[in-house]
């Protein structure tokens, strides 16, 4: 069964930097995309970056590009969100998620709608003076 697990959320000054970590297990298979996604209470799930593993394309949403980046690893199954320039707004609950069926050009609009398979629990990140 596949498992996320999230780690790396924190409290940040405006302007910080966080690295966000997705440690994953379970896959039976070569080909599969994982994603940040974020949401905050009473909203609505915002894509953040997706990143396809079988060939390292990555996806960022308008808000972040420039800022975040987002990188995996194969070796050890984990795909990491580097955040640079933090913003108040990027304060959210941060999920990554994954999918063996989703290709990595629809993994952005895929989790936003909340169908990607796997998802993890989720860190949380607060940028805040």
């Known amino acids: 069964q596949v498992q996320l697990v999230e780690s790396g959320g924190g409290l940040v000054q405006p302007g910080g930097s966080l690295r966000l970590t997705c440690a994953a297990s379970g896959f039976t298979s070569d080909y599969y995309v994982i994603g940040w996604f974020r949401q905050v209470p009473g909203k609505e799930r915002e894509g953040v970056s997706c990143?396809?593993?079988?060939?390292?394309?990555?996806y960022y949403a308008d808000s972040v590009k420039g800022r975040f980046t987002i990188s995996g690893d194969n070796a050890k199954n984990t795909v990491y969100l580097e955040m640079n320039r933090l913003k108040p707004e990027d304060t959210a609950d941060y999920y990554c998620a994954t999918d063996h069926r989703v290709v990595g050009s629809h993994c952005l609009e895929e989790g936003t709608r909340g169908y990607l398979e796997h998802w993890g629990q989720g860190t949380l990140v607060a940028v805040s003076s």
């Open positions: 990143i396809s593993v079988s060939d390292g394309s990555t």
